[in-house]
Structures are given as structure tokens and as C-alpha cells.
């Protein structure tokens, strides 16, 4: 039977080949375990392994496991779509937020963040494929943000983050990396401290990693296929 330590230290293999065959150095790239939908106890599994940073998209579910996974040395990382309501409860339990897509939600972030906890590193969510369905800030429109977020107080820009358009078009894929890192760059040009790429998942880790990315965001290929809740369930959660 596969084991999450298994599983865990083939993803670990595959960065640093694609590290490798890119040129660059496999500690360059931080492996993200996103556990949404996973419970607590695979989480558990994972960290026992030595995997000691976690990403997850829903708020409820997340604080869920943070409450039962307490006494275990985390990095936790919010990563889904932030609602304006929910900016406290995340501001104290993460470390990290890599959905930032609006002024108003980075103006939230700022103002919630305890005062007693470090700066809530911050990256910012770029809609690289276009699409309507998906959140992020359009490209052109990065610098504005960046600028932003950059002057309020208690958040850390670090970099960027996207969420490519799922295809098997590897061109496709390469070309949409291609282009976060690009507008990285530029930043970084115009003088942003910036360090951070998020970008890259199961499926197309080794693409993005060629890119330049710094954290992959990886969960099936460490957990296996997810479990996503039904309707009934869906709607509790939503509802807390």
C-alpha cells in the first residue's frame, strides 16, 4: 500500500529533477502540501514524514485542522478565494495568503492582522489564463495592487501566485507561467522586493518549476485523488 511518507518523497524526487534539468537548485523550490479535504490525520501523517508547510482553501475545514494540530510545528497557507467576512479568522491563524486579489481584501487583511503575530506574508493572485471563472487581478492591473499591498502595514508582499487554465496543452501551460514570471521580473524591475512564486501543482509542477516557481502547491499527488464534499455537506461548512 502506498503511504503518504512514499508518496511524499517521490514529489520530493520529481523537484529536484525538475529543478536539475531547469538549472537551478532543488532547495530554490519549497513543496506546499495543499490538504484541502484531507483530514487531520493524513495532515498528521505528512508532518511526520517532514513536511512542515500546508496550504488550504477553505476557511472552516482549515481551522478545523489547526485547532486539532495545535501541538504540531506548522506553516500554515491560505489559498483559496478570500470572502471580506472571513479576513479576521484568517489573518490570526495563517502565516501566509496567497489569494490576495482586490485592494479591499488586502485593506482587511492589514487592519485584522493581530498586532502580537509577525507581518501575514502576502502574495498576490494574478489571472494569467483570462478566464472569467477564475479570481486574480488581470496582469496589467499588477502593479496597482502590488503598490498598494506594498504600503500597508502589518502585511509582506513576497511575489505572486496564479492558477493556470487545466489543460493538457503543455504550450499552453508554459506560455501562462511564462507569463507570471514575467510580471514578476518586472516588478522586481520597478523595484518591488518580491521573492516568491507560487505556481504549480500536481499535474504541471515540473513545468512551472522550468518557469521559475518557488513554492508548488501540490495535494493529490501526496494524498491521492480528494474527496470533495456533497451538496448538504457543501452547505453546513458555507454556513459557518
Known amino acids: 500500500m502506498t503511504t503518504i511518507a512514499s508518496t511524499l518523497h517521490a514529489v520530493n524526487k520529481r523537484i529536484a529533477t525538475a ?22 490525520e493524513q495532515v498528521k ?40 467576512n472571513k479576513t479576521k479568522r484568517i489573518t490570526a ?7 490576495v486579489d482586490r485592494k479591499k481584501i488586502a485593506d482587511r487583511l492589514s487592519r485584522d492582522r493581530p498586532e502580537m503575530l509577525p507581518p501575514l506574508q502576502i502574495c498576490l493572485q494574478v489571472n494569467v489564463s483570462g478566464e ?39 504550450a499552453l501551460q508554459r506560455s501562462q507561467f511564462h507569463m507570471l514570471r514575467d510580471t514578476y521580473d518586472q ?3 520597478d523595484g518591488f522586493d518580491l521573492d516568491t512564486l507560487s505556481m504549480g501543482m500536481s499535474e504541471d509542477m515540473d513545468i512551472a518549476i522550468a518557469e521559475g516557481a518557488t513554492i508548488v502547491r501540490v495535494g493529490t499527488a501526496i494524498f491521492g485523488p480528494r474527496r470533495y464534499l456533497i451538496p448538504e455537506e457543501l452547505a453546513a461548512r458555507v454556513a459557518r
Do not use: C
Open 187 to 189: 516588478l522586481r524591475q
Open 19 to 40: 529543478a536539475k534539468n531547469a538549472g537551478r537548485q532543488p532547495e530554490e523550490i519549497k513543496l506546499l502540501a495543499a490538504s484541502k479535504t484531507n483530514p487531520a
Open 45 to 84: 501523517k505528512a508532518w511526520q514524514a517532514g513536511q512542515t508547510i500546508f496550504g488550504e482553501n477553505y476557511l472552516q475545514e482549515a481551522l478545523e485542522k489547526i485547532l486539532v494540530l495545535s501541538d504540531l510545528s506548522i506553516e500554515w497557507h491560505f489559498i483559496g478565494p478570500i470572502q471580506s
Open 93 to 99: 491563524n495563517f502565516a501566509w495568503v496567497h489569494s
Open 132 to 170: 472569467s471563472t477564475k479570481s486574480g487581478v488581470s496582469p496589467k492591473l499588477v502593479a496597482d495592487l502590488a503598490s498598494h499591498v506594498a504600503g500597508l502595514p502589518r502585511l509582506k508582499l513576497r511575489g505572486l501566485m496564479a492558477v493556470p487554465e487545466l489543460t493538457t496543452a503543455t
